[in-house]
């Protein structure tokens, strides 16, 4: 959550500038494109196949039977991620493409969704596990529809299920953290988001996930990820639009984590995050089970609002248009009161909850009370303040050397 982030925001609602209502005006239309935008994804098994195409396609049931809404091509180890639309009922059939030529051909292994899914208007994106087979009981509609495959336009949503990258590749570049919390759907299509990791993954490393806050981007995390014990630790980044719902980013974090869990196989994983990030990480560990026993979990949050931010209240109230994201983290908001509901602490989660003091009235950006919410330290297993603010916390080499020792001590 940039200083910049929470400026913005108090100017934009109080309606000193008039450029301001231009960027309202796109996030108007943003928020009706992410009304209309679905997806499914899951994992395809195929014992049998031959190493061809494992492709996914979206049917919808048309005025003259099934037709082809969108497809995807599965990942090589069988994840997938296929953009539809709201409002319409699916079926969703996986192939092996044996022959490259982009449709299905009778004996090709297949797959068909065990019934009609509806993504309804506040669904999130649906999961779907499917197992290749024999593809003699495909009936002929299906074949029908699956022919045209070929002069379907295929829509993107390239969402990243642990591609490499470098933090000085554009798609990390800081002016794209704006478009994530202004314009959330022209990032999701132009940009994606999702987990990078920046190193060839090696099993047997501990995974860190660095979670950035509103307006930010994983470059903000440079000075922290530099000095990281690489023998040790598995750094990965998440890149998500910070202008959604945060139980969306939430859920987006724990899908994808769990995707990397299952091709790689690690049971233990911790998460740092920034500001806003550190209510996306809690909201995800909490909800999918930070303290089982298969497996540990740690939390580092640094100048994290846990109490919310009057800004967002002040955006949410007097703004022409609310980011979704300012309604989670306006004081006393639903996904707040409910954040420490189920507790998280046990014998495999740990939280380090780092606080900045070094600006007004806290770091400021973030009041004191707000990082030091009584329920947030109660559940932490340490409580640690700097002489820093809101921004440098990040290029803090105190704060910077407790991660790390927290880190070593939990691993």
Not at 97 to 117: C, L, M, Q, T
Not at 203 to 222: L, N, Q, S, Y
Not at 376 to 399: N, T, W
Request: glycine content about 12%; proline content about 4%; hydrophobic content about 40%.
């Amino acid at each position: 959550m940039r200083q910049i982030g929470f400026s913005l925001l108090l100017a934009a609602a109080v309606g000193l500038s008039a450029c301001s209502f231009g960027r309202f005006g796109e996030l108007q239309r943003n928020l009706s494109e992410l009304e209309n935008l679905g997806a499914f994804h899951g994992h395809i098994e195929c014992d049998g196949c031959a190493g061809g195409r494992r492709i996914v396609v979206a049917l919808y049931e048309g005025e003259d039977g099934w037709r082809v809404d969108n497809y995807a091509v599965a990942a090589d180890d069988g994840f997938f991620l296929v953009r539809v639309h709201r409002g319409r009922k699916y079926r969703v059939v996986a192939f092996e493409d044996r022959n490259v030529n982009g449709a299905f051909d009778r004996g090709e292994p297949v797959a068909i969704g065990s019934g009609v899914e509806e993504i309804s208007q506040n669904d999130r994106p649906k999961g779907l596990n499917l197992r290749l087979g024999a593809s003699d009981r495909v009936d002929v509609a299906l074949v029908r529809a699956l022919s045209s495959l070929a002069n379907a336009e295929q829509l993107s949503l390239p969402i990243s299920f642990g591609n490499q990258a470098n933090l000085d590749d554009p798609q990390f570049d800081p002016a794209l953290g704006g478009l994530g919390l202004w314009r959330a759907a022209d990032f999701f299509t132009q940009i994606g988001g999702g987990v990078y990791l920046l190193s060839p993954f090696e099993r047997g490393k501990v995974p860190v996930f660095f979670v950035h806050g509103a307006g930010g981007t994983p470059r903000e995390f440079a000075y922290l990820i530099s000095g990281l014990d690489t023998a040790k630790f598995q750094p990965i980044v998440f890149q998500y639009p910070s202008g959604l719902r945060l139980s969306a980013s939430a859920e987006m974090l724990t899908r994808l984590t769990q995707a990397l869990q299952k091709q790689y196989g690690f049971t233990q994983y911790a998460i740092v995050a920034h500001s806003m990030g550190g209510l996306v990480a809690m909201a995800s560990l909490r909800e999918h089970g930070a303290a089982e026993a298969q497996g540990k979990r740690v939390l580092v949050t640094l100048a994290t609002p846990w109490g919310g931010h009057e800004a967002a209240a002040w955006g949410v109230k007097y703004a022409p248009t609310a980011i979704p994201s300012w309604i989670d983290v306006e004081p006393g908001s639903e996904f707040l009161s409910g954040l420490f509901e189920v507790p998280s602490s046990g014998p495999g989660f740990s939280h380090f909850l780092l606080f900045a003091f070094g600006g007004q009235n806290g770091d400021g950006v973030v009041r004191l009370g707000s990082q030091l919410r009584p329920l947030a330290q109660m559940r932490a297993v340490k409580v640690v303040g700097f002489d820093e603010s809101h921004a440098s916390i990040l290029e803090s080499p105190g704060a910077r050397s407790y991660v790390y020792t927290a880190l070593q001590q939990e691993f």
